[in-house]
């Protein structure tokens, strides 16, 4: 099902659709506290062993739905951006390959590829490219099906592990992951018992998902989290992201002016961006660094979120302590309270503080991971960072298909990951334009 092309567009379209040879266009300069863009359209989809649908089609669905929701057709979208290519569908140049499929054409269609972490990048290049003049809507869009098509854990192995250093002595990603989290048990203290609080805060909120890919396990546990086997140690298998079926989201973007016809925007307050190498070798060898906050070199306990968060509230003009909620890329438990620290929402080693305390529940001070994050919703592929985004548009509008916290939030912090602690991209949205503070 197509989208009306005739839907009138929600603001003026503008004569001058291109950046000026000298100079900025139009509504380029963002002071920090203003919104630099917004969200006025949103859609997912969902797949399952019983209702299989490949990336193509989850996309597309998802399009559709955000299109709708944002009130314009197709070709009223001047750009397209996807993250890197499906694991169930490799097809290099995938995002031209999509808006063909829609028989879509846009004045630029790329993918945003910092591992899992472009995704969030997508909403970042979207709203320079607004702010420019050279875009009026943007459409950011992910899915994937990784189980459902693929054999995932061989295809993780050969994508994120060094030809010559790694993948002679047989890794997997948790195995690479276990390393990490090994390690960052000897620097801060940390044990097996502190990441079964992880793994339950999650559970929680995927109990109440209906597409969490462990709903059907209901709540759980310190004992049932750490009597489960081993998948790398000290990972047990409550630690690990498992692999959920398929889902697809998209999101229209365009300018503040242009939102305030919308209805129901969500506002994009701040955004930030960094990655500081390839595979946990390259990692490892590292004796230096432009960024500042990722610890004394070399290290596997500091990675790329404190420099995107930095960014990001920067722009924002806003601090950890206005974000009420937070969507975030634990892939492994260990990760949850190492993010917690990067982003600033603790000092390093203290990051399970918020999780023993439980702030990050439904009665807590900072809900996190409301759809049950990558360890209880799953990790159905590349689209993983796109879910948190879904999730985090829901959540700011009332709209969230499992469990809502008490109090709606109205600031929200999304952080993806990508690689092996490779990448990071940060979020700061809102769901009123005034924001805070």
Known sequence: MEPADAAPPRGPRSAARGV?????????????????????????????????????????????????????????????????????????????????????????????????????????????????????????????????????????????????????????????????????????????EDLADVAIASQRWGARHPHAAKRKHGEIDREKVLSSPYVATPLRRWMCSTWGGGTGGALVVTSPERAKEARDPVWVRGYGSATTHEYLTDRMNMRSGRFAGLGEFPNLTHTATVEAARQAFARSGLTPSDVDMLQLSVNFAHMGPIIMEDLGFAKKGHGIDVYREGRTGVDGDLPTDTNGGWLSFGQPGISCNMDSLVEAVRQLRGTALGLAPKRKPRTVLVQGAGGMLAAAGVLVLSGDEAGRP
């Open 20 to 192: 000026a040879a000298h100079g900025e266009a139009a509504g380029a300069q963002v002071t920090a506290g203003e919104p630099v863009a917004a969200i006025v359209g949103m859609g997912d989809a969902y797949a399952s062993k019983a209702d299989r649908k490949d990336p193509l089609q989850l996309a597309t669905e998802a399009t559709m739905a955000a299109l709708a929701d944002a009130g314009i057709g197709k070709h009223q979208v001047d750009a397209v951006f996807t993250g890197r290519s499906p694991w169930a569908d490799k097809r290099s140049q995938w995002s031209n390959i999509f808006i063909s499929h829609l028989q879509m054409p846009v004045t630029l269609n790329s993918e945003i590829t910092l591992h899992g972490a472009g995704l969030t990048s997508t909403i970042a290049v979207a709203s320079q490219m607004i702010a420019a003049g050279a875009a009026e809507y943007v459409l950011c869009v992910q899915s994937d099906a990784t189980e459902l098509f693929v054999d995932a854990v061989a295809m993780g192995s050969e994508a994120d592990s060094d030809p010559q250093y790694e993948v002679p002595y047989g890794p997997t990603i948790p195995s690479l992951y276990g390393q990490a989290a090994r390690r960052y048990f000897h620097e801060y203290g940390l044990t097996e």
